[in-house]
């Protein structure tokens, strides 16, 4: 007989990871559909769960003068209605399936899962978000791009759960997100990319982007937003393609059924540059 | 229902190949495996064309082909047998291409070889068409139970007599010993027009084996791995034209990919073919057709069938004429659209008046086609208007209403004053539980509420044939309405009246199916579609801004069900343009579930605007024409064409992906 696990509180959830034998679920919008099974009968589960949607503990959002913080099981309708929560991320989170699962999708479970898809994950990377990381004996935090390793893969251990999502509390000028999926609505990302920058006297002084969908992770490369730091807009436009080239070797899509790589390629391109031109 | 029982197909792995062995674990009691083993008498689905087994010969000739049933009460215990069953199969190489020919057709009208000897010019062109899945409401299904001797058939289906046609051949049976149920169905598109029956006939086979009611759902990824779409279609079209720059004659040659089993595919190529002259005249046609075989599922009706294939390539090569002869595309169709007294494609003879100009008219003012035309021919707006004219030829192609359905209606009079509708049409969204009951109801002059429908029943109804090819309410309406009036002019109160009517073709119709001869169909109902679009350079997606038809249906019965069924049709019809992709690698689908194979939401549809023109037909109920395929068959040519302008590149294929835009885009980078 298996036996699934409704906790009451962080502390009893901890403890029965520790065990090593469960998984947690929280909205369940990545993990039932991974799961599915002939209709009536009992989902392909690899472990047990622990379900984690419940624990109030982990169900907040709040402002510190470094960061917001994000509870980890806090549902993407509760952010979108929330003043804390940075444009950008509410921007990525409309275009994110359509309000059902909003209700119940989760930031901890859009990372977790590590889809190089996921739309939040896309914009808390290019955000420098740090994911805040607990057991029943430790705490431990990491920045999202070290956090996540590979295509469905984290350092998350089985005795682990993700408690919350730190954004660095900084303004942007330009914080923009964009996702090229099937459809208007309900689509997994073909290719989606987020940009932020700063900009002060028309010389660029924070460059920041992130690529969903192009590779086995969201892809980033501090160096070479590094490279747009410190020049002139007029700079950049001047040489519009050469800086949009920066980025290519980041890119490294594949062709499936959703699209191919030439397209998903020069549309992340092309989107940096039609960036670059709003400056 | 008590003792059920759960069935789940096993299906093969290989795309070509034979069965080796099957081992099968110890079963436990109660638990069976059904095979062709099993069957009584014999392993055909009766479709028109008799290739398709429902359960493995042992040759596979498709990926997910059914292999057999495992059948208990326990679905838990099923799914650990499916898991269990080995299968080792020796693995052929497929057939993708179009070098296995099943069907081969061929039809003249006029002398197309002089037309072409004395061209001034001669253009040619190949367009292509994809897969396009029905995505039904709910995935295939029935629960089958057996009482005394006698099998019966609950259904997700759009025509109980296939079904029960199908079953009774299978078993070797007499008639009498299987009964079929409409259950609820839910928009089917024609992915339930011959599919169910092949699972019903594993079904019948299993019931007969373990005496027990059986349930057998698809899961939808099941689905649409294994279960017909709409054939893909390669068209390669050749006009001649004369020193006044109209076509004198077409040549068409046309291959549409059957998958593994023909199944209904000469029905689907024959209306390709029919559609060649798309809404216009042109003198001489030479037509050649082939259904080709590949080791893909099979592939069989959906809405418009054979048609928004043939639709599309003509649209767009009337356009592509009219460019390559530097003459404006409006004017050139203009002088090619069909008229009242014209010969058709197979030199039957366009008897009705035909409104064509009028609702171009209406469709072109409504959504400012010309001026947004010639405003968007600029370069780098990246926006564009396409206008689609169409016809649909209502009912079964050719003879086919009289000589293979022979509908047969009866209205049955309770002595309490009811009217119960017996006809074996289904209704699945489409609406004919309101339309059919309104129409008696309008010609006995009593409340609606009086008149019956329910969910057709064969041991109940007749056969009025199968619901499709637009035929419910011209035919089996206009059938019913006879039946109606004969009704009122014989009524007695308090007394139980049955009327019966049966099909008879108009006199006038004659038709030779072997030479494609006469009048293809008994009435058309007409259409023109723009579609307003603009493509965006970043990320080549296209945007619907504007929708806008006019069509001739006869009479609509109900303005609200035309008003869906437009809608409805269109969307679908322009998502076949630019949105669902579905393509198979080596015979295996890429796009498996929902997630992968995109349908429209309302967020991917504009405003559409819907204007109807009256034009009753004498032998439709009220006037009314076929209206279901109809309004499909425009959106994709005009999508297309809206999207060609937009880029100013020359579409030849549909889907029209953001992919594709990108490749023509950059065509010349
Ligand atoms: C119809 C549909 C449309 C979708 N559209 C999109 C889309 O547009 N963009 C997009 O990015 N995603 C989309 N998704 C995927 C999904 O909704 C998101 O990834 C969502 O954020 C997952 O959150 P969840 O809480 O439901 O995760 P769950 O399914 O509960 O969990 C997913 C994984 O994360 C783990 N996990 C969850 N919470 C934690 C935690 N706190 N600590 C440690 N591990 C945890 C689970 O063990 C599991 O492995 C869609 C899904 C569906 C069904």
């Not at chain 2, 019948?204 to 899961?219: C, D, R, S």
């Not at chain 2, 014209?342 to 100009?357: H, N």
């Not at chain 2, 723009?530 to 296209?542: A, F, G, K, L, N």
Request: aromatic share 8%; net charge neutral.
């Amino acid at each position: 007989m298996v036996t699934h696990h409704i906790p009451s509180t962080l502390e009893e959830t901890l403890k029965l990871l520790e065990t090593n034998l469960y998984q947690v679920m929280c909205g369940g919008t990545d993990l039932m559909v991974q799961s599915r099974s002939w209709a009536n009968t009992v989902p392909k589960l690899v472990k047990p769960l622990v379900f984690i949607s419940q624990l109030s503990e982990l169900n907040f959002i709040e402002e510190t003068p470094d960061y917001i913080e994000i509870g980890s099981v806090t549902s993407y309708e509760t952010l979108l209605n929330s003043s804390l929560v940075p444009k950008v991320l509410k921007d990525t989170i409309i275009e994110i399936a359509a309000p059902g699962i909003r209700h119940v999708g989760t930031l901890g479970g859009n990372i977790a899962n590590a889809s190089p898809a996921a739309d939040a994950v896309c914009t808390l990377i290019a955000l420098d978000a740090i994911v805040e990381i607990m057991s029943s004996n430790s705490i431990r935090t990491e920045k999202i791009c070290d956090f996540i390793i590979g295509v469905k893969k984290t350092t998350l251990k089985p005795n682990e759960i993700i408690r919350s999502i730190k954004i660095p509390n900084v303004e942007h000028d330009y914080a923009n997100f964009y996702k090229v999926g099937g459809r208007k609505a309900d689509a997994i990302s073909k290719v989606s990319l987020c940009v932020l920058c700063n900009v002060k006297d028309n010389i660029i002084t924070k460059f920041r982007i992130a690529f969903g969908a192009v590779g086995p992770k969201v892809a980033s490369n501090i160096k070479t937003d590094e490279l747009f730091v410190g020049k002139t807009i007029d700079e950049i436009k001047n040489n519009i393609d050469d800086y949009t080239k920066k980025y290519a070797s980041l890119i490294t899509p594949i062709d499936d059924q959703r699209s191919t790589k030439e397209y998903r390629h020069k549309v992340a391109l092309n989107m940096i540059k039609a960036f670059i031109e709003t400056l | 229902m008590k003792d059920m029982m759960y069935a789940k197909t096993i299906r093969s792995k290989i795309v070509k190949g034979t069965i080796k062995s099957i081992t099968i674990p110890p079963l436990p009691e109660g638990y069976f495996t059904v095979s062709r083993e099993d069957i009584l008498s014999k392993n055909i689905v009766k479709i028109i064309f008799e290739d398709m087994p429902y359960y493995s010969t042992g040759e596979i000739n498709h990926l997910n082909e059914p292999i057999m049933l495992v059948v208990g009460s326990d679905m838990e215990i099923i799914k650990q047998i499916v898991d269990e069953i080995k299968i080792e199969y020796s693995e052929e190489n497929g057939v993708f291409d179009e070098s296995q020919k099943t069907i081969a057709y061929h039809f003249k009208k006029g002398n197309p070889k002089r037309a072409f000897k004395n061209a001034e010019k001669v253009i040619e062109m190949t367009y292509h068409t994809g897969l396009q899945e029905q995505a039904y409401i709910e995935p295939q299904g029935f629960i089958v139970y057996e009482e005394d001797e006698k099998v019966t058939l609950i259904g997700s289906i759009q025509c109980p007599y296939y079904v029960k046609n199908a079953v009774v051949y299978a078993l070797g049976c007499s008639s009498d010993q299987v009964r079929v149920i409409q259950a609820a169905v839910g928009g089917a598109f024609g992915g339930k027009e011959e599919y169910p029956s092949l699972i019903a006939c594993q079904l019948a086979v299993a019931v007969k084996k373990v005496h027990k009611p059986i349930k057998l759902i698809f899961e939808r990824e099941e689905d649409i791995l294994s279960t017909t779409k709409r054939h893909p279609s390669r068209i390669t079209l050749k006009a001649a034209i004369n020193e006044l720059n109209n076509v004198t004659s077409i040549s068409a040659d046309i291959a549409i990919d059957g998958g593994a089993y023909t199944g209904l595919s000469s029905v689907v190529l024959s209306r390709a073919m029919i559609a060649v002259s798309g809404a216009y005249t042109f003198e001489n046609l030479e037509v050649l057709g082939h259904v080709i075989k590949t080791n893909t599922v099979p592939n069989g009706a959906f809405r418009g069938f054979g048609a928004p294939q043939m639709f599309f390539a003509i649209e767009m090569f009337m356009h592509h004429i009219a460019k390559e002869t530097h003459q404006d595309s409006f004017a050139f169709r203009m002088r090619h659209i069909a008229r009242q007294g014209d010969k058709t494609s197979t030199s039957g003879t366009f008897r009705d008046p035909i409104l064509l100009e009028d609702l171009i008219r209406v469709a072109t003012e409504k959504s400012k086609y010309h001026s947004k035309a010639l405003a968007y021919s600029q370069p780098g707006i990246y926006k564009g208007i396409g206008m689609s004219i169409f016809l649909h030829g209502c009912g079964f192609t050719g003879s086919g209403e009289s000589t293979h359905i022979k509908a047969q209606v009866k209205l049955l009079k309770t002595k309490d004053g009811l009217v119960h509708i017996l006809v074996a049409a289904v209704d699945m969204g489409q609406g004919i539980k309101t339309t059919l009951p309104k129409i008696v109801s309008q010609i006995l002059e009593i409340p609606i509420e009086r008149c019956i429908f329910n969910y057709p029943d064969t041991d109940n109804v007749p056969d009025s044939g199968p619901t499709v090819a637009s035929r419910t309410i011209m035919i089996v309406g206009g059938l019913v309405a006879r039946a109606a009036k004969e009704l009122k002019e014989n009524w007695i109160d308090n007394l139980e009246q049955i009327v019966t009517k049966r099909y008879v073709q108009p006199s006038y119709i004659k038709y030779d199916e072997s030479k494609f001869k006469g009048d293809a169909y008994p009435a058309y109902s007409w259409g023109v579609s723009v579609v307003e679009v603009s493509v965006d350079p970043i990320t080549y997606q296209t945007k619907i801004l504007n929708v806008v038809s006019a069509y001739d249906v006869g009479k609509e019965i109900d303005e609200r069900i035309i008003q869906g069924q437009a809608e409805g049709g269109i969307v679908q019809g322009i998502a076949y343009g630019y949105l669902e992709n579905m393509s198979a690698n080596k015979g295996v689908i890429k796009q498996k579930n929902l997630t992968d194979y995109i349908i429209p939401t309302t967020l991917d549809v504009s405003k559409m605007s819907t204007y109807i023109l009256d034009n009753p037909y004498q032998y439709g109920p009220f006037g009314a024409k076929g209206a279901g395929e109809l309004t499909l068959i425009g959106g994709a040519p005009a999508v297309a064409l809206a999207i060609q302008m937009a880029i100013n590149k020359n579409i030849t294929k549909i889907p029209v992906t953001p992919e594709y835009v990108m490749e023509l885009m950059h065509d010349d980078d």
